[in-house]
């Protein structure tokens, strides 16, 4: 996929400024602006009760034929138009960005745009379940320029597409829009029944949601995150992010244990070698099966307060949750001033290995040992991680099975650190910095 954007001078959003709350008059998604209002709307079509969904010929409502990647080719222009309106805080193609050396490859990127523009977390970071508050930003509250489009189940079980649908405000679709502090190129929000106010936190239909989201754009570069409230979201409004990113997160790299299957045919495997520990979720007989057991584990998870992130990668085949401890640990003092002065807060993007760097040293000294160093404090111990394991077993009404290894590649095939002790050994193997891409 060739970045095919026109860098243009870009200004705040319009629709997103602090002090336009007052009044309207903004073009909002509220009932203030939304009677007549019309935005493009993409209907996908619904598995079959039985059978794993895959993509077929797509027809839109001229009864044209679509080609596969209709949606992919779709949002691409759609944000693009939006950056040539000017409608994003920074230009995130300018950012420089470069692979680390080393046995991950992990991704640094310098994005001081991000630090100095992005919106304020705004709740408690110690409580993953939280109200929604309508008096916080949210995002009703943004301009209907910056979202691309409905997405939503057709009627028919058809795909159809509309380039002027009205907005049906008694049924709250769900929309994708433009994040106006963009990480990558391409980096959208998809936000379930929009006008149904949703707190962060994740339940069945709006995981799925998230799931054909990521089948349907069907491009394995275009992966779909979440964060929890206590896991770096920083607004209380039910959102996933994605974004394109053309090459591999070091997370997809790394080999796995199986450590059982569920009656509907879901593999779930305990992440090894990594810094982060957690699990990966693939199979099953039909998505909905595998959406089920994933948004169940996380349902566990919150009803636990235990703050979690979620990657959606392989165009919806794998999928990666990381219960994590950062935030509590910077609350008991237990992180190095070191790590807190980089201001990294690590959430999905960084524990997948795209490490969001605000400063230029930083980005200037970037290691695989400075990336191995930050994330190795966000993971939960082994003994911590076992506990939470049970509590998403017992969720799911599941019984440990015999642990089985992946194949692991020969890449893979060597041991890692896997504490901050360890982190010291891998001082004397790096390279040279490779030079920005």
């Known amino acids: 996929m060739m970045l095919r954007i026109k860098r243009v001078p870009t200004v705040v959003s319009n629709y997103q400024k602090e002090d336009s709350d007052e009044g309207c008059g903004r073009n909002c998604l509220r009932s203030c602006c939304l009677p007549g209002a019309k935005l493009p709307l993409y209907a996908f079509k619904k598995e079959s009760s039985n059978v794993v969904v895959e993509k077929n010929s797509l027809a839109i409502d001229e009864k044209k034929v679509l080609q596969p990647d209709f949606l992919d080719s779709l949002l691409i222009g759609e944000w693009e138009d939006r950056m040539q309106r000017g409608l994003f805080r920074y230009d ?14 992990f991704v640094a990127q310098l994005n001081e745009g991000r630090h100095l523009k992005k919106r304020p977390t705004e709740f408690r970071v110690d409580k993953v379940l939280q109200p929604f508050d309508e008096s916080k930003f949210n995002f009703t509250k943004v301009g209907q320029e910056e979202v691309l489009f409905q997405f939503e189940a057709s009627e028919d079980n058809e795909v159809h597409f509309s380039p002027n649908a009205p907005i049906d405000a008694d049924n709250s679709p769900s929309v994708v829009a433009i994040n106006v502090s963009p990480i990558e190129y391409g980096h959208v929000l998809l936000i379930p029944r929009i006008l149904e106010c949703l707190p962060q936190r994740i339940d069945r239909q709006s995981f799925m949601l998230a799931l054909y989201m990521a089948v349907e754009v069907g491009n394995p570069f275009f992966r779909l995150g979440y964060n929890s409230l206590g896991a770096f979201a920083t607004i209380n409004h039910l959102h996933f992010q994605a974004y394109y ?51 169940d584990a996380c349902i566990c998870l919150q009803e636990n307060n235990i703050p979690h992130n979620v990657l959606i990668a392989d165009c919806g085949k794998r999928i990666f949750l990381f219960p994590q401890c950062y935030a509590e640990k910077q609350a008991l003092g237990e992180v190095s001033s070191e790590l807190l002065d980089t201001q990294v807060n690590p959430a999905v993007w960084e524990i997948s290995g795209h490490m969001v760097l605000k400063r230029k040293l930083d980005y200037e000294e970037a290691s695989e040992e400075n990336a191995w160093r930050l994330l190795a404090e966000v993971s939960l111990s082994e003994e911590r991680l076992e506990e939470v394991k049970e509590f998403i077993f017992e969720a799911i009404c599941l019984e440990v099975k015999d642990e089985v290894v992946s194949p692991i590649t020969p890449d893979e095939s060597g041991s890692s650190p896997k504490s901050r002790e360890d982190v010291d050994a891998l001082k004397a193997l790096q390279p040279a910095m490779v030079q920005p891409v």
């Open 92 to 105: 995130v193609t300018a950012c420089e960005t470069k692979v680390i050396p080393g046995k991950y490859g």
């Open 245 to 295: 990113l053309e090459t591999p997160f070091p997370i997809e790299k790394v080999s796995s244990k199986k450590i059982t299957t569920t009656n509907g045919g879901v593999e779930i495997s305990n992440i090894l070698n990594y810094p982060v520990r957690g699990f990966v979720f693939e199979g099953g007989k039909t998505m909905e099966e595998l959406s089920n057991v994933v948004s």
